[in-house]
Structures are given as structure tokens and as C-alpha cells.
């Protein structure tokens, strides 16, 4: 069982439930003032694309240089958290965010000797299936030659294949000559959620990220436990770096009480709140794992289960993000994705900068810290939450 798993980053954070259309809500004329009103901006930027054509060694692409411009206009704002996207940065953005995406179940990187190289084959996924391994390195799809092609490039061939089936060039570091393998293109869902029994009673959720599929994948993995017997839950978001908004208050409302989840306040004072139904709290004994890597929607869940005392907070202080972004998509398929507000726990406790402190301190032994792999009995954290569990 991995414990450790690869974090995407933390600033991936809590993102607003739904993107907005520039053209309908942020049209391109609404934009103008500020910075591009100054006339010497301007005019320096345009001193610049001149230097760049009199002096520049190599050729110049000016969508490039467009989208440097973009990307430095919010870079300018010194927030981590806010950024601008291309098009194609969006659409893989937003497969991370949504928990799915069409395409064979893999992730491919550019191979410095030509083509691309499977960094990751996903357990189940069509790629899988139909044998490919991570390592791989594909020279071709469907007959078309991809060696000088970016990643990104290739992923849109793959997505775009008109008869959902790709035939794959494939080279493998122990096989003399190339394989030829066809893989189903089709809805891939990403897995974020994973459990298992640790003992007869104690039941074991891992939760990687919210996505848009957390819900759904966490209450078919706790109705399986549960047939299992589980009677005491750990719940593990140790360097889960956050995800939507909404996905973590649909898992709370199957824990909490009726009552307020967590609030956001804007610039302008407004309030929006998130309420637990309270039709199915929990009614076990819970721990929380959590630590320097548990950001964001993660720390609203540990915030409203610590404020609630609906379970133990076990581990080491968490990131402490606790401001949300919003996405707004623009008219050509780019995003900028900017933070909007500050969120709080259901007692008015802000976190930013701060963190959720543990109910049980428990720091992950350094002898654990570089390794791959933790199994559930070296895994001091894990350990001492089942210990309180059993004490309950």
C-alpha cells in the first residue's frame, strides 16, 4: 500500500464549482485600464519586441511571446495561488480537477531521444488493459510518425482519434523490435480515493485529492468496508493538496451533523456558506490523518471535523491555505484561475498561513520519510491512530 503518494502540487488548492465564460461575464473590452492604460508600458513592451527582432539569434513565435505576456501580467500579483493557462494547460488542468478525462489511461512525457515516454500507466485503465507499461516509449500513432512531436501534441491525437481506437508504436527497453498495440480511446477516471481493512473492526480510506469523483468513489469504498465490518474509520489525507470546494463538503455531509461545513468571505465582505445536511453523520469512531502536505480542502475537512469534534485529528500541522480560487475561462480556450476569498471553519477560524494543529501530534518517523513504499505496520502515524481508535 502506498502512503506516500506524488503530490501534483499544493497549490492545485479549492477551486470554484464552475468556470466562467469570459465572452458572457469578462468580455476582452472590460479589461482595459491599469497597467495596459499607461501609455510608457506600452510603449517599453513595444521597445522590447523591436530589440527581440533586431537583435534575437533565434526565431521569434509571437503567440508564444503573447502568452508570455499574459502569464507575466498575473505572475506580476505575487500570488502562488493565481495563474494564467493556455488552452492546452487548461484542458489538463481541468482532467486533474474533474477526476476524469478521454484518452487511454496514461501519462506520457517528452522521451529526450524522440517520441514519448509512458511516465505512468494507470491500474485498469484501457492502456493498461491492452499491455502497455510504464516505460514505453511510442514512435507512432496510427502509422503517423510522433518522434519530433511535443506531449501535448500526441495527447491530442490520441483524444481526437476518430474511431476511438489508436494503434500504437510502441518500444520496449527488452523487446528487440517494435510492438504494435491498440488501445480503446475513452473516458478514463482517475482513482482518488483508495481503502482497505487494516484488522477485523478498523477500516482504512486514503484520499488523494477532491475531484469531481471523490464523492462517489468514497462512499462506494466505505459501503465496502463497511460490509466487510469495519466499526472504526481511519480517514488519511496526509499530503492531499486539496481539489473542489464542492467535492469535500459532499463527503462531510456523509460524516457531520446538520450544520455549517465551512464560509468564504470576498474582498466585498460577501459570504457564501456550505451546510452539512446532517441526515447521515458518522456514527463510528474517527481519526484524521493529516500533514505538512494536507492544503486547502483538505484542511476544511480536517477544520470541520476538529471544530465539530466529530473525530481525532492525528498527525503533524497542516499547510495552511485557507483562501479559494476561481476559474474564468476565456473566449480562446485559455484561464486564468485567481483567489477570490477566504474561507473559514464552522467556528470562524481562518488558517491561512496557520494550519490545522492535531488533536495528537504525531510526526512520521525519519527512517520512513525517503522510502517508496510504507506498510501499514511500520507507519508510526497510521499506528497511533488505530491505537486511539481502539481506545474509544
Same mark, same amino acid.
Given at each position: ?11 492545485? +488548492? ?9 465572452? #458572457? ?19 517599453? =513592451? ?19 511571446? #503573447? ?50 515516454? /509512458? #511516465? ?37 491525437? /490520441? ?13 520496449? &527497453? ?33 484520499? =488523494? ?62 459570504? &457564501?456558506?456550505?451546510?452539512?445536511? +446532517? ?17 486547502? #480542502? ?14 481525532? /485529528? ?14 474564468? &475561462? ?24 496557520? +494550519? ?12 520512513? =520519510? ?23
Amino acid at each position: 500500500m502506498k502512503h506516500k503518494e506524488y503530490i501534483r502540487g499544493v497549490i492545485t +488548492g479549492v477551486l470554484a464549482a464552475a468556470a466562467v465564460a469570459a465572452g #458572457a461575464c469578462f468580455g476582452y473590452t472590460r479589461l482595459a485600464g491599469g497597467v495596459l492604460s499607461d501609455s510608457q508600458h506600452v510603449q517599453k =513592451l513595444r521597445f522590447l519586441e523591436a530589440l527581440i527582432d533586431q537583435e534575437y539569434l533565434g526565431e521569434k513565435d509571437e503567440d508564444s511571446l #503573447a502568452e508570455g505576456l499574459y502569464k507575466g501580467l498575473i505572475y506580476g500579483l505575487g500570488d502562488v495561488y493565481s495563474c494564467y493557462y493556455t488552452k492546452e494547460e487548461y484542458e489538463q488542468e481541468n482532467s486533474s480537477t474533474e477526476g476524469s478525462y478521454v484518452g487511454i489511461g496514461v501519462t506520457i512525457q517528452k522521451n529526450p531521444e524522440g517520441g514519448v515516454k /509512458i #511516465a505512468e500507466c494507470y491500474e485498469d485503465g484501457p492502456g493498461d488493459q491492452a499491455g502497455l507499461k510504464e516505460g514505453d516509449v511510442i514512435s507512432a500513432v496510427d502509422g503517423t510518425d510522433i518522434t519530433e512531436m511535443e506531449a501535448s501534441q500526441v495527447v491530442e491525437m /490520441i483524444k481526437n482519434a476518430e474511431d476511438k481506437e489508436v494503434e500504437l508504436t510502441v518500444h520496449r &527497453q527488452d523487446q528487440e523490435e517494435p510492438l504494435e498495440i491498440s488501445v480503446k480511446v475513452q473516458d478514463v477516471e482517475l482513482t482518488s480515493v483508495f481503502g482497505e481493512m487494516l484488522d477485523g473492526k478498523t477500516g482504512y480510506i486514503r484520499i =488523494l485529492q477532491f475531484t469531481a469523483v471523490t464523492p462517489d468513489q468514497y462512499e462506494e469504498t466505505f459501503a465496502e468496508l463497511e460490509n466487510q465490518g469495519m466499526e472504526r474509520l481511519v480517514i488519511d489525507l496526509r499530503n492531499n493538496p486539496g481539489g473542489l470546494l464542492t467535492s469535500v463538503c459532499e463527503v462531510l455531509n456523509d460524516i457531520l451533523p446538520e450544520g455549517l461545513i465551512v464560509y468564504t468571505e470576498d474582498k466585498y465582505g460577501n459570504r &457564501q456558506e456550505e451546510y452539512s445536511e +446532517g441526515k447521515n453523520p458518522l456514527e463510528m469512531p474517527l481519526a484524521v490523518l493529516v500533514n505538512e502536505g494536507s492544503a486547502s #480542502a483538505s484542511e476544511i475537512f480536517a477544520g470541520s471535523v476538529k471544530d465539530y469534534g466529530a473525530g481525532t /485529528i492525528v498527525g503533524t500541522t497542516t499547510y495552511g491555505k485557507g483562501v479559494v480560487q476561481a476559474v474564468h &475561462q476565456l473566449e480562446d480556450g485559455s484561464a486564468v484561475k485567481l483567489t477570490v476569498s477566504n474561507y473559514y471553519t464552522p467556528k470562524g477560524n481562518s488558517i491561512n498561513e496557520v +494550519g490545522i494543529q492535531p488533536d495528537v501530534e504525531v510526526k512520521l518517523d525519519t527512517d520512513l =520519510l525517503n522510502k517508496e513504499e510504507i506498510s501499514p505496520e511500520e507507519d508510526n502515524q497510521l499506528q497511533e491512530a488505530v491505537k486511539i481508535l481502539e481506545g474509544q
